[in-house]
């Protein structure tokens, strides 16, 4: 009883930081430079067409009331209408949605195995030479440019031997995973470094526990207590961590989708900007924050099942 | 102190990063002055002894443009970083030692910033206020700060009920005096160490912003300009792209080397 009492809570304070995303996502778009309705009509509207559209946006109400307003629609659903594609925001986003939540997927896919396999790795040979390259190639991955090693490796195993297409989204479910394996792969070898280092220094800190020792003096076999014992232990905060950076991963695939032009929402964000619809940035933006919201939501239920002993 | 008693990574960290300053600095004397300085003769050369890295496809040696390209990402690290930690640390050390209105209204910025992933806040903040470098640095300072506030405000609420904090207020210092003398430089070491693998998550970010095009504006030299502007030619002419996204790797990992050796050293928890 008392877990949903604690899950309940952690949803209440939801609300203030739902209010304050709508409040920055509103306010992004208050500050373009210039008039926005200028840009909604062209150079060459008159007055008369600026202060009509002015008034049929609501953009000539005063700023609270406009707040007021957007919030009123996003509750109905109403992203806003796109410039560029003539369309609501909200249309748009659902159609590009399953490519860049199929390639977060796939990331995700590739990046759980490889750092727990890299981690239990790294900490069973701890201070041996395979622990020292699992450590400093996991420095490296951590400076790499994603979108600089999408282009080699779109170059190396794209063009030179010719196993993955370097560009699209494919139309079959194989199609997909053949189309995104550079790209989940490169936004991969980015996240996992994080992970494995702290998973690694977690497996190494349970290691010294106490009840390892009592483990071990009860002459509990050495795999089992591993196992069983120091990598349930380990996994609590790497699990936090694995939260923020899924919630940073959708701010990585911005980037991987423009390099390997997947259709995803990253490279409909990109191409909003630089086509100044300034309505889908916002949308997308706001959608990124609801989504990392729900991800760390999830998270933080999920320990509580793993782990009741943790407060949120 | 002397030398031996560092750690390795931090002396292999610091001698990277000083390499890249002084040929950062130095680039002038080393390259000659003119990094856009265009080569019709020399169009899409492998790297060669001219040519060490190799030219572009208006025939700019990639090496001159590598090298005066790391002095405005090195300037990106600095000023990425430091707005965000000087506006960040103020708000934290106010929040964590008065508590009160500051902390309440810290707490509810940190909810909402964090909500964002951090590279889609920035995207969007330069998306509205146009491309460049200004903007960039920004949009980092707006969304950046708020870690380095949470980081030492936590910091700060260990440290505030230290004997020598008492000591200080038996005394009938000045709240003001005791906050700026006798807390910041005890949560200092932390906010350091977090500096670094900022920095190198600034110059990455700066780099991508670059790529897409919305930071630095070409033809002027930065690694991630310089990698967008080969990435059509990559098939027949990968020295383009390979170069500027080295550089970058080795500035990063010069960062994340000190940034390792100082938590060993001084003994943080990274």
Known sequence: MQRYQVILQRLLHLLPVLFGISLVSFLLVQLIPGDPVRLLVGPRATEEVVAAVRERY????????????????????????????????????????????????????????????????AARHQGRKIDHIITTSAVFGITIPVFWLGIMMARLFGVEFGWFPVSGYGNTFFGHLHHLFLPALSTAIWMVPVLVRNLRSAILEQMEADYVVAG?????????????????????????????????????TVIVEKVYAVPGLGDLMISSIFGRDYFVVQAITLFFAVVTITVTLAVDIISTIIDPRVKL | MSLRNLPTTLIVGAGIFLMWLVVALCSPLLMGTDPN??????????????????????????????????????????????PALIIGTLFGLMAGYFGGVVEAVLMRVTDVTVA???????????????????????????????????????????????????????????????????????????????????????????????????????????????????????????????????????????????????????????
């Open chain 1, 58 to 121: 609501g953009l000539d109400q005063p700023l609270l009331q406009q707040y007021l307003t957007y919030l009123g629609n996003l509750f109905q659903g109403d992203l806003g209408q796109s410039i560029v594609y003539r369309k609501p925001v909200g249309e748009l986003i659902m159609e590009r949605l399953p490519r860049t939540l199929f390639l977060a997927i796939y990331v995700i896919c590739i990046t759980i195995p490889s750092t727990i396999f890299l981690a239990i790795t």
């Open chain 1, 216 to 252: 071990r003096s009860k002459g509990l076999p050495e795999q089992y207590l591993f196992y069983y014992h120091i990598l349930k232990n380990s996994i609590m905060p790497t699990l936090n961590l694995f939260g923020v950076m899924v919630a940073v991963l959708f701010g990585g």
């Open chain 2, 37 to 82: 300085a265009l080569n019709f003769e020399a169009l899409l050369q492998r790297p060669n002894i001219n040519h060490l890295f190799g030219t572009d496809h208006l025939g700019r040696d990639i090496l001159t443009r590598v090298i005066y390209a790391g002095r405005i990402d090195i300037w990106m690290g600095f000023a990425g970083v430091l």
């Open chain 2, 116 to 270: 964002f992933p951090f590279f889609v806040l920035v995207l969007a903040i330069v998306a509205v206020l146009g491309p460049g470098l200004t903007n960039f640095f920004i949009a980092i300072a707006a969304v950046g700060w708020v870690s380095y506030a949470r980081l030492i405000r936590a910091e700060v609420l260990v440290v505030k009920n230290a004997e020598y904090v008492l000591a200080a207020k038996i005394l009938g210092y000045h709240p003001l005096f005791i906050a700026f003398r006798h807390v910041l430089p005890n949560v200092l070491a932390p906010i350091i160490v977090y500096a670094m693998t900022d920095a190198v998550l600034v110059i990455l970010f700066g780099a991508s912003l670059g790529f897409l095009g919305l930071g630095v504006q070409p033809p002027t030299a930065e690694w991630g300009v310089m990698i967008a502007n080969g990435q059509p030619y990559v098939t027949e002419a990968w020295w383009i792209c390979l170069f500027p996204g080295l550089a970058t790797v080795t500035l990063g990992l010069g960062f994340s080397l000190i940034g390792d050796g100082l938590a060993k050293h001084l003994r943080i928890k990274n």
